[in-house]
Every structure is written in structure tokens, then in C-alpha cells.
């Protein structure tokens, strides 16, 4: 790995100047990469062929945001040099950097440009078969179809378009559960899953389903062996996630899918936090379903997709009626921009998967050996090998993790899933790995995407590296264990 390992895609950087009335002005967030239009006369597709222009675009040091504001003034500042950019006491002026990749990203322009058409001229339904404003729309939902296919190799008549992750794993876990309910009621899955899979295996334990939480070990892989014992005759369904959102931690897919189709179980897979990301193909890896989400690999919100297996075929109870589209099993008008929109994300998601893999890696360990060189008593949660690099939870002894993200108001950080962020408990998936109660509420996660940039990594790790300092002085337990004191030997008084 070079020092520069993206100067193959140094951006050209034009200036930004402050519009007439007459001309589209944008707001330029080159942080996160987007290019938002906020008046748009004449030929919107124009705009397009602008927005396509900042692909891919890398900061420095020097590149200086100009936010140009609704009233047409431009206020400038170079976050990399100004010194009033300060944490305590200040409104920031501006927007914080994003380090939070696990709970959503940003879109990539490219992936706008293609649904731009869709949101515009081709409006027609994709389900209308009687005219030209179906058949254009129709054409543009199977096109993403394949694309969302070839990337997991799979057969485009096997992917369901879905709302997201969330529904795919309802439909997963509860459509098998259901269909095969008859003659099988058990259902295994982990302790550190998603809520929505543990929410529908325990709405499936209401209906007169077993299930097996089964526990993971503390670098947060499970065990093939406790998998094969808990497998029975009565098992029909098997959900383990591919990477974790919390803790990024890689689980062996392809060795759970041989099990699995050795028992004849079905294996499904929550994939939103690897599709695009890693490679998959669920035919080696004896997969029957995954979901998919959009907003996790730089696609639209509101959009995912459901893979299920055709040959042999898996059965699937559908959870919502309608009209019978998609299969039957996902009843409902498919939002052709938004599907467009997935299907892009998936098409560049494979065209530069091993070149975003580069770098999460590079990235990941740059902060990580900046902040282990300063701090002391800083865990990494989960297996530091089977992991996806560009998600990293760590643990910082003494410090509580919410104060810590205060401290680090100018850069969004999450202390765990956004889905469970406003709960005051400690992570249900730290606690599954065996980590203490204080080190779960000290943890902070760091989410690494496609378009961080070397700079957000040093500023992050810099003010991470400060704020731990600060808040550990004034901590009478860091002190006691600077002093030699076993914290856990005392016997607290309870008032």
C-alpha cells in the first residue's frame, strides 16, 4: 500500500463561484461528497451532467468549503486550518465529518444521475402493461433487477425488490417460519443479530415457535460446533448475519451454508453490512436468502432487495397482500427511480469493490495506529481478523462513551446501531461478546465509507486522542488505576 493510494483519482478542483438568479446555484458539502440542487430552472437533466463531475472527489488540506446559502452569500472556511473550528462552547458553522458509514451513506452521484431520468420523464408504472410509460419503466426495474443479481451471482428472477433490510428479514424469518410451520417449528439465530430478525423470531415464538439464540464467542464469531448441535430434525430456518453492524465481525457464511444444506435447513443471511462490500456469491456459499439494502452501499433510502433461491425452490409466506407482485411475495408498486437507483449502487459496487476495500483498510489502520500509539487501556471489540475494516469498535476504559461523542460534536460518530441509538442500556451485541458493562458504555464506533478522506481520519483521531486525555483527568477512576488500584477488588458502599 502506497502512502497516496488514491492518486490515480486526485480530484480537479473548480472554484466555486456565487450564481446569478438565473443560473442553478448548489450546496457544496465536499465532506460528504454531494452535490444537492437548490433551484433548478431549465433542463433539470442538465444538472445531471454536473453532478456526475464530483464523483469520486478527494480533499486536502488547502480545498476550502464555500457553503452558498439560499440568500446567495458564500461563507468560506478551511476546516483543515482554522483554528476557531473549536468543540467547547461553539455553535459549529457547518456541517460535522462523517465517520458513521454503518448507519447510512451517503449517495453517490453516479447512482443520482441514473434515477434523475426516473424521478422526471420515464414516471410511468412499471406494472402498467397496456402502453409505452410501463413498458420504459418496466425495462429500467428488470435492468436493476440483473444488476442487483450479477453482483451476489445470482439469476435476476430470484431478487424481490423490497422498502429494505428490514423487510427482507421480516419476510425471511417469518415467511419461512409460517410456510413451514406445519411440520417444523424451530428456528436458530444469534444473540447479536439485528432487532428486526430478533423482533420476528420472538413475534414467531409467540405463535408456538422454538427458537435457539445461539451465543457467540468473545471475538464475536460463532461456533460451527454449537450451530451443528443445535441444528434438529425440527429446524427449518437458520439467520446469522454476514458482517455485524456494531462490531463489523465477518461470520463464516460459506461453512454455515454447507451445514445448512447438509441438514436441509434453510440458511438466510442479513447482508446489508457486506453486499458490495465483500465478495458473495450464494450459490458457493449454499445461501437460500439474503437481504439487501440501498442506503448501506451509496444508493437511495427507501429501497432493498430480498434474493431467494429458486432452484431448489424455498417457499416464502407472504407477509404482505396486495396485488401479487414481485413473485407474489411482496405485494406493492415497485418505485422504479428508487429501484434504478439500488441497481446502479450494485453496478459500481462491483466495478470497485477491491479498489474501496483498499482503501477502508488503509484508512482503518491508520486510525487505529494513531490511537493506540497515544491512548492506553483501548479495546478493539471483535476478531480483528474476520472483520470488515471499515467498521471499528472500540472501547475506551474510564471514559463514558456518551461523553465522549459530545466531546466530538464536529464529527458523527455512533456509540452503536442507529436502530437502538436511543436507548441508555449498553449494546446488546458488546454484552453478547462478554464485555463488561463499563467498557460497553465507553465504546464508540467508527464507520469508514468510500469517500473519507485521509484528513477526516487525522482530525478524527487527533480529537479522539484529546478528548480521551480531558476526560480521563477528570475521572477519580482513571486517577485510583494510574495509582496502581484494582477498581474491580473494591467493595463499593451502596447510600
Partial sequence: MQDTPRESCQPVIAENKIHNNTTPRYFCNFYQFRVFPLCLPGAILSGCKMLSRWSRLVTDKKLTIQLLRSTGHGTTRNYGTDKKFSIKDEVLDGRPLYLDAQATTSMDPRVLDAMMPYLTAYYGNPHSR??????????????????????????????????????????????????????????????????????????????????????????????????????????????????????????????????????????????????????????????????????????????????????????????????????????????????????????????????????????????????????????????????????????????????????LKDVALSSGSACTSASLEPSYVLRAIGTDEDLAHSSIRFGIGRFTTIEEVDYTAEKCIKHVTRLREMSPLWEMVQEGVDIKSIKWSQH
Fill in 130 to 407: 397496456t402502453h409505452a410509460y410501463g413498458w420504459e419503466t418496466e425495462e429500467a426495474v428488470e435492468k436493476a433487477r440483473a444488476q442487483v443479481a450479477s453482483l451476489i451471482g445470482a439469476d435476476p428472477k430470484e431478487v424481490v425488490f423490497t422498502s429494505g433490510a428490514t423487510e427482507s428479514n421480516n419476510i425471511s424469518v417469518k415467511g419461512i417460519g409460517r410456510f413451514y410451520g406445519a411440520k417444523k417449528k424451530h428456528i436458530i439465530t444469534t444473540q447479536t443479530e439485528h432487532k428486526c430478525v430478533l423482533d420476528s423470531c420472538r413475534a414467531l415464538e409467540g405463535e408456538g415457535f422454538h427458537v435457539t439464540y445461539l451465543p457467540v464467542q468473545s471475538n464475536g464469531l460463532i461456533s460451527m460446533e454449537e450451530l451443528e448441535k443445535a441444528i434438529t430434525p425440527e429446524t427449518s430456518l437458520v439467520s446469522i448475519m454476514t458482517v455485524n453492524n456494531e462490531i463489523g465481525v465477518k461470520q463464516p457464511i460459506a461453512e454455515i451454508g454447507r451445514l445448512c444444506k447438509a441438514k436441509k435447513v434453510f440458511f438466510h443471511t442479513d447482508a446489508a453490512q457486506a453486499v458490495g462490500k465483500i465478495p458473495l456469491d450464494v450459490n458457493k456459499m449454499n445461501i437460500d436468502l439474503m437481504s439487501i439494502s440501498g442506503h448501506k452501499i451509496y444508493g437511495p433510502k427507501g429501497i432493498g432487495a430480498l434474493y431467494v433461491r429458486r432452484k431448489p425452490r424455498v417457499r416464502v409466506e407472504a407477509i404482505q397482500s396486495g396485488g401479487g407482485q414481485e413473485r407474489g411475495l411482496r405485494s406493492g408498486t415497485v418505485p422504479t427511480p428508487l429501484a434504478v437507483g439500488l441497481g446502479a449502487a450494485c453496478e459500481i459496487a462491483a466495478r470497485e469493490m477491491a479498489y474501496d476495500h483498499r482503501w477502508m483498510e488503509f484508512l482503518s489502520k491508520r486510525l487505529m495506529d494513531k490511537i493506540f500509539a497515544e491512548l492506553p487501556q483501548v479495546i478493539r471489540n471483535g476478531d480483528p481478523v474476520q472483520s470488515y475494516p471499515g467498521c471499528i469498535n472500540l472501547s475506551f476504559a474510564y471514559v463514558e462513551g456518551e461523553s465522549l461523542l459530545m466531546a
